[in-house]
């Protein structure tokens, strides 16, 4: 009868009870762990090989943005998952399991890209967002110079190679390269390596190697950069 009583008050309750060993026990609903949103870009650009750190994109570049969640250490299955995209506040793309997106935003060097999606789990009523910003960068070139404080050596050779950085190209063979000395056009033009000697200096004013380095998109000239850097023959 005891026992009865007990059961008809936790019914009452609205708690579930068990009997294990002659003790009676309550089972309480776990708490699910919390659902993180992890947002995370990629610029579809060109870079040297040997690059390991974070590739911005510029004026054009194709970006991919992709979204995952996790629980509890595993990731979600987010096929089921109306998933919508705003690039900048606007609408970009919106479906079931739209994980990831690629697009060109219009922003120039300077601007940002703010990209932002939200999602609404199957067992969650809120709407979740996350967003981030991009910053748009210019295409970088840089001049590799294996001379120790920029110094040369009288009667001797060295080479010089031009590395891009962030282009909207698929191969080093895209880009024109332009090396001037002292005002004087090379004739290495086109090519991302210039083979230099030098002589003995007639006068302190010969001592000084200005050089500049020009690239340029062939596809595209209005995309380009440069580098200026000076050289002293001891």
Do not use: C
């Amino acid at each position: 009868m005891k026992f009865l009583i007990f059961s008809f008050a936790a019914l009452f309750l609205g708690t579930a009870v068990f009997l294990a060993g002659g003790i009676l026990h309550t089972a309480r609903a776990q708490t699910p762990p919390p659902t993180q949103f992890f947002l995370t870009w990629r610029a579809n650009n060109f870079y040297p090989s040997f690059f390991e750190g974070k590739v911005f994109p510029t004026a054009g570049t194709p970006i991919t943005a992709s979204l995952e969640a996790l629980r509890g250490g595993k990731f979600l299955d987010l096929s089921r998952v109306t998933i919508t995209w705003f690039i900048n506040d606007k609408l970009m793309d919106r479906g079931d399991g739209k994980k990831e997106i690629l697009f060109t935003p219009k922003s120039i060097a300077g601007e940002t890209v703010t990209i932002k999606a939200t999602a609404r789990l199957m067992d969650q009523e809120n709407i979740r967002e996350i967003s981030l910003q991009v910053p748009v960068l210019s295409p970088q070139i840089v001049a590799n110079i294996p001379l120790p404080l920029e110094i040369v050596a009288s009667q001797s050779r060295f080479l010089l190679e031009a590395f891009p950085f962030f282009w909207n190209i698929k191969t080093l063979n895209d880009l024109y390269f332009t090396w001037t000395i002292n005002g004087e056009q090379k004739k290495a033009q086109g090519e991302n390596t210039l083979s230099l000697g030098v002589g003995t200096p007639a006068s302190e004013y010969d001592r000084t190697l200005q050089i500049n380095l020009l690239a340029q998109n062939l596809s595209n000239p209005l995309e380009f950069a440069q580098e200026r850097f000076q050289l002293t023959i001891q």
